[in-house]
């Protein structure tokens, strides 16, 4: 018995996604529930189990090549199966059933050494001859163009394409697929779509170095997770917002939409890109809740294994780069929230207090909103009622 590995649908917002490693090659035994492959989503990367135990017999799916839910990704049977060739498995690509497949299909009936494959983003037909060449030469056949326009493109033409590559000066090619693409996307989303606007100011930092060094050794031994300052700026934020709910909130069709939660998007750098998992409830949490669902998302994050519902659904987002040796920087909206607050680096500076210099720890700290939704004044009053609670020693 032959099974379908298909594109799954990891959370009811993904679409499509890309296999970025096979875990097991064409011919070896696979098992039932062990790792198979790895995806990269539209918003999280994952690794995917196989559905049957059997033989690998034939994968369809291209490398980094962005496929919809649904989609035939490969073929597991029994040792001596009769696997059809990849070529044949082209128009299976898209999704079972009723719904249609992304790109014209083989005809029912049709040979399918008769049946034109495009080349991806040309709409160029290749002969199945040249498809498997530029899979034994690593090249993309969607960047090799044909001896003449209009004409199929053939195995001289994949050839001739890869002996120039060749010749060329090396580069490394960072696939645009996965969380790479999908920041890209948003964030000019974002521009596009927003009135943002970025106010900025230095605050003295006393109050927020002085709790954590004075809660941070019985919070570790009570708790077994190491007190940050993010942890701690994302209580003070989550608390101040229930004072300011313009800016936990969302423009929609509707009106503005107050959010009656906060939940606080915290900023995770990855290797591939950024990504923003998400922390329940944040006004309502004690310091130890949110210190420990922190660590769990971070380390999620960064072992790829968050689901879509620890992404999604975040109403105001925190993206600190003071470890990264950052002192100021501009954050863009993550859509559709309507604000994010950048918090940099804390350096001890000399500080004017009643006519004398003293030496205090400072930070910057950036708010960039939608000036749709709030207006200037208010911005600034929420950006200086959190610096003077930064600053508070009391």
Known sequence: MITEVRMPKLGMAMKKGAVTKWLRAEGDAVQEGADLFELASEKITAVVPAPASGVLGRVVAELATELPVGALLALIGEPGDAFPPREELAGAGGPPAASPAPAPATAAGAPAAAAAVPAAGEGTPASPAARRRARELGVDIAQVPPSAPGKRIMVEDVEGF???????????????????????????????????????????????????????????????????????????????????????????????????????????????????????????????????DRVDLAAKAQAGTLTLDEVEGGTFTISNLGSFGADAFTPIVNPPQCAILGVGRIVDKPVAVDGLVEVRPTLWLSLTFDHRIVDGAPAARFLQQLGDRLGTTG
């Open 162 to 292: 890869a002996a120039a590559a060749e010749a060329a000066p090396a580069g490394r090619v960072v696939p645009f697929v996965g969380i790479r693409k999908v920041v890209a996307e948003r964030l000019t989303e974002s521009q596009r779509t927003m009135a943002q606007v970025t106010i900025s100011r230095e605050a003295e930092a006393g109050g927020l170095v002085a709790r954590r060094a004075a809660l941070a050794a019985g919070f570790e031994a009570a708790t077994g997770v190491r007190l940050t300052y993010t942890d701690l700026l994302v209580q003070a934020v989550a608390e101040l917002l229930a004072d300011h709910p313009l800016l936990n909130a969302t423009l929609t069709e509707q009106g503005i939409v107050c959010a009656p939660a906060v939940h606080m998007g915290v900023a995770v750098a990855l290797e591939d890109g950024l990504i923003v998992p998400v922390i329940r409830d944040a006004g309502s949490r004690s310091l130890a809740g949110i210190a420990r």
